[in-house]
C-alpha cells in the first residue's frame, strides 16, 4: 500500500489533483459526494464536478494550496444523499506522489462534530450581506435557535432559543399551518412563505421566510435552516400607495363627471345642480355656493349644508358692493378667506358681516369667479372648509379650469346656443395658457378645429412646470369629432395633470392614466405623447401612446423623425406598462409635437406628412425664427392643404 492509497483510505471524501486542479484518483465516499462514477470523475477538472453555487470556492481552495503550499480551509456544500445538502468543512495542502515524485493536492473532508459551529458561519455571512435573519430548527428537540444577520431582524427575536411552541403562538393563527410546511421542507428548499408575526414591543410584522434541509458534516446532524426577511415596511407602503391610487382614481373620475356634467348641461337650473351637488364633494369641502349676475346683482343658491336664511344679505347684492364676493367677480380673480379676523381686516364694512360672525370661527372659505377670457365674469362659487384648511395650489388651479368651463356653460346656456357650439368653446377654453417665461426654453402652441367649423375634435396640449424644475409637455387626440370627444379630451387631460403632480416620469403617468380610463370604461381611447425636458442641459424623456412621432429639428437645417417608445392608445388595453427613453435637445435645436390632423389628410400619406413638416421646422430654425413663428409656419402649411381634421402644434425651442 502506497501513501496514496493511505490519503484515500478514509470513510470521509478524498481525492488527490494534480497541481492545475486535475482529479489523479479519489475514494468512493469523494465520488458519493460528487455524484459520479469513481471512473467519470478521473481525469476532470475537480471544480467543473461542483454544483454552479459552489464551483468558484471550489476552484479557489485548490489553486491556493497549488499555488501557495500552505494548508487551505473552505465550507464546501454536497449535494448530499436524500436531498439534504452536506455542509463539511474541506482542507486542501500540498503532498508529493511517491510513484511519480511529483507534487499534488489533497482534498478532503475534515471531522468537525466538536465544532459544528464552524460550518455555520458562511451562512452567517452571507446572510448578513443580503440584509437577512437566519435561523436552524432542530427537528429532535423541537427548538428553534436564531444565528445572527441583519441587526434589526435579530432585534425582533431577543432570545437566542426559542421552542417551537413559543413560536407558533407567537405567529398569527391563519399562518401557523405556513409555519409547520415550512419547518418541513422539500428536498431541495422551499419557497418564500409568508407570515404574522407578534413581536414584543412594537405589534405585528410581516416575515417572509424559505427552509432548507442541511447535514453538518459527513455522517453529522441534519438540521432546517430558515432565512427571513421583515416586509413590515413594504407592506405598508403598498397599502398605503394601494389605498392612495384608489383615492386618486376616485378624484380623477370625480372632477372628469364634473367636467362632463358642466359641459352638458343644458339649462341654467342643470349648471346649478351640478355645481352645488359636486363642488363642495369635489374639493373637500364643507358646503358650497353658487352666485349668477342678474342685472348687475347676485342671485345666490346653496347646497343643502348652507342655508338660505345664512346667506340672506348676500342674495341681492350690488357688484359695487364692498364685499369679498362682488369684488371677485368685479375683478375676476380669486379670493381666499383664511378665518373671521382675516375677513374683518380686509373689508371692514362688508356685507355679510352678522352672518360671518354667526357661523364662527371654524371655517375658511375660497371664492372663485366664473370666467371666461375676454368676457365678463358672470357669477362666482364659494367654498367652505374647517378651519384651518387651505386648498392646494393644485387644487386651485383645477378648481379655477372647472370654474372656467362653468362660466363658459353659462354663457351659452344664456345665449340660447347650440350643445355642439357649447362643446367647441369649452374644448378652446381647456387648452391651457402656456407659461409666460421659461428659462432656457421658447414654447409655443397653435390649435385649430375642424375646416367647417361643427365637427369638435379632441385635440389638446398641456405645458406646465412640474416642481423638480423640469417641463412637463403632452399632445394628444381623443377618438371622434363629437361632443363625447370634447368630453373624452377634458377628463384625459385632467387626469394627467392630476396624476402628473405626484408622479416623476412620464411613463409611469400615461401607464396610471391608462389605468383610470380602463377601471372607469372610459367611452372614447386617445392617443398622447408625454415629454419631461430639463432646461437646463436639454434632456429630454418621452413616451407614446400609440401617437404621431416627433420631429427634432437642428439650427442648421436638418430635422429627424424620433419614434418614440411606449405602448398603445390610452383607454383600451389593461396592465400596460408604458416606457420611456431618454435624450438630449441641442441647443438652438427644437422638437415639434403634433396631432395627425398636421401631417395627415386626403392625398397625404403620415411618412410625407411628417417629412413635410420636419423640413418646415428645420427650415424655420436654419431662417433664425423663434417658436411662434416656427409654430405658425407649420400650421398654416398644414390648413393650406384642406385637412378636414382639428390640427395642434406644440414648438420647444431649447435657446
Given at each position: 500500500m502506497d501513501a496514496s492509497d493511505e490519503l484515500l483510505r478514509r470513510d470521509d471524501p478524498a481525492a488527490l489533483l494534480t497541481l492545475d486542479g486535475v482529479i489523479s484518483s479519489l475514494n468512493p465516499a469523494m465520488a458519493t459526494a460528487l455524484g459520479r462514477p469513481a471512473e467519470e470523475c478521473r481525469g476532470r477538472d475537480f471544480g467543473d464536478l461542483w454544483p454552479a453555487s459552489q464551483r468558484m470556492s471550489a476552484e479557489g481552495l485548490v489553486l491556493h494550496a497549488a499555488k501557495t503550499k500552505t494548508v487551505a480551509m473552505q465550507v464546501l456544500e454536497f449535494p448530499g444523499l436524500g436531498g439534504a445538502s452536506v455542509a463539511s468543512l474541506i482542507e486542501a495542502r500540498q503532498v508529493k506522489d511517491p510513484a511519480g515524485d511529483e507534487q499534488l493536492v489533497w482534498v478532503h473532508a475534515l471531522d468537525s462534530r466538536n465544532d459544528l459551529a464552524s460550518l455555520l458561519i458562511p451562512f452567517r455571512l452571507a446572510t448578513t450581506a443580503a440584509d437577512l435573519g437566519l435561523w436552524m430548527y432542530s427537528p429532535r428537540d423541537r427548538q428553534l435557535e436564531w444565528l445572527g444577520g441583519a441587526p434589526a431582524l435579530g432585534a425582533l427575536f431577543p432570545d437566542p432559543s426559542v421552542s417551537l411552541r413559543k413560536l407558533i403562538s407567537a405567529v398569527h393563527p391563519d399562518d401557523r399551518d405556513a409555519l409547520r410546511q415550512l419547518l418541513r421542507p422539500p428536498p431541495a428548499h422551499s419557497p418564500w412563505g409568508r407570515l404574522r408575526y407578534l413581536t414584543q414591543h412594537d405589534g405585528w410584522h410581516q416575515l417572509a421566510a424559505k427552509t432548507r434541509r442541511i447535514q453538518l458534516g459527513y455522517g453529522g446532524p441534519e438540521r432546517v435552516f430558515g432565512v427571513v426577511r421583515d416586509d413590515t415596511k413594504q407592506e405598508k407602503r403598498k397599502k398605503e400607495a394601494e389605498a392612495a391610487l384608489v383615492a386618486e382614481r376616485q378624484r380623477a373620475k370625480d372632477i372628469a363627471d364634473f367636467s362632463s356634467a358642466l359641459i352638458t348641461a343644458a339649462t341654467e337650473q342643470e349648471l346649478q345642480q351640478v355645481v352645488l351637488t359636486r363642488l363642495a364633494a369635489t374639493f373637500r369641502g364643507t358646503g358650497a355656493l353658487l352666485a349668477l349676475v342678474e342685472e348687475g346683482r347676485l342671485h345666490v343658491s346653496t347646497d343643502a349644508r348652507v342655508a338660505m336664511c345664512?346667506?340672506?344679505?348676500?342674495?341681492?347684492?350690488?357688484?359695487?358692493?364692498?364685499?369679498?364676493?362682488?369684488?371677485?367677480i368685479r375683478k375676476g380673480r380669486p379670493q381666499f378667506i383664511a378665518d373671521r379676523d382675516d375677513y374683518?381686516?380686509?373689508?371692514?364694512?362688508?356685507?355679510?358681516?352678522?352672518?360671518?360672525?354667526?357661523?364662527?370661527?371654524?371655517?375658511?372659505?375660497?371664492?372663485?369667479?366664473?370666467?371666461?377670457?375676454?368676457?365678463?365674469?358672470?357669477?362666482?362659487?364659494?367654498?367652505?372648509?374647517?378651519?384651518?384648511y387651505r386648498p392646494s395650489l393644485d387644487q386651485q388651479t383645477l378648481m379655477g379650469t372647472l370654474a372656467d368651463l362653468a362660466g363658459q356653460a353659462l354663457r351659452r346656456i344664456r345665449l340660447q346656443q347650440a350643445r355642439v357650439e357649447l362643446a367647441t368653446a369649452v374644448q378652446k377654453t381647456m387648452l391651457p395658457t402656456l407659461p409666460e417665461h421659461i428659462a432656457g426654453l421658447e414654447v409655443a402652441a397653435r390649435y385649430r378645429p375642424s375646416r367647417d367649423g361643427l365637427d369638435i375634435g379632441g385635440d389638446w396640449y398641456d405645458v406646465f412646470v412640474m416642481p423638480d424644475g423640469a417641463v412637463a409637455l403632452e399632445i394628444g387626440d381623443a377618438q371622434g369629432h363629437d361632443v363625447d370627444a370634447a368630453v373624452a379630451m377634458g377628463q384625459v387631460r385632467a387626469s394627467i395633470r392630476t396624476i402628473a403632480a405626484h408622479e416623476p416620469d412620464p411613463a409611469t403617468v400615461l401607464t396610471r392614466t391608462n389605468?383610470?380610463?380602463?377601471?372607469?370604461?372610459?367611452?372614447?381611447?386617445?392617443?398622447?405623447?408625454?415629454?419631461?425636458?430639463?432646461?437646463?442641459?436639454?434632456?429630454?424623456?418621452?413616451?407614446?401612446?400609440?401617437?404621431?412621432?416627433?420631429?427634432?429639428?437642428?439650427?442648421?437645417?436638418?430635422?429627424?423623425?424620433?419614434?418614440?417608445?411606449?405602448?398603445?392608445?390610452?383607454?383600451?388595453?389593461?396592465?400596460?406598462?408604458?416606457?420611456?427613453?431618454?435624450?438630449?435637445?441641442?441647443?438652438?435645436?427644437?422638437?415639434?409635437?403634433?396631432?395627425d390632423g398636421v401631417v395627415e389628410g386626403p392625398g397625404l400619406t403620415l411618412e410625407a406628412g411628417l417629412e413635410r413638416a420636419g423640413t418646415l421646422a428645420g427650415t424655420a430654425l436654419r431662417d433664425g425664427l423663434n417658436a411662434e413663428e416656427t409654430a405658425d409656419r407649420i400650421l398654416d402649411a398644414a390648413v393650406a392643404v384642406d385637412h378636414a381634421d382639428d390640427v395642434a402644434v406644440l414648438v420647444i425651442r431649447r435657446t
Open positions: 345664512e346667506v340672506a344679505a348676500l342674495h341681492g347684492l350690488p357688484l359695487d358692493q364692498p364685499s369679498p364676493l362682488p369684488e371677485a374683518v381686516r380686509r373689508w371692514p364694512h362688508g356685507a355679510g358681516y352678522m352672518w360671518l360672525a354667526r357661523r364662527g370661527f371654524d371655517y375658511t372659505t375660497s371664492i372663485t369667479p366664473l370666467s371666461e377670457t375676454g368676457n365678463q365674469t358672470l357669477g362666482a362659487w364659494m367654498v367652505f372648509y374647517d378651519s384651518g389605468e383610470l380610463l380602463v377601471t372607469t370604461d372610459a367611452a372614447r381611447f386617445a392617443s398622447c405623447t408625454m415629454l419631461h425636458i430639463d432646461p437646463h442641459d436639454g434632456q429630454v424623456t418621452g413616451t407614446s401612446a400609440g401617437h404621431v412621432p416627433v420631429l427634432c429639428a437642428c439650427k442648421d437645417g436638418r430635422h429627424s423623425i424620433r419614434e418614440l417608445p411606449g405602448g398603445p392608445v390610452l383607454g383600451v388595453m389593461p396592465d400596460t406598462a408604458y416606457r420611456e427613453e431618454t435624450f438630449t435637445l441641442d441647443k438652438d435645436g427644437a422638437l415639434i409635437m403634433v396631432t
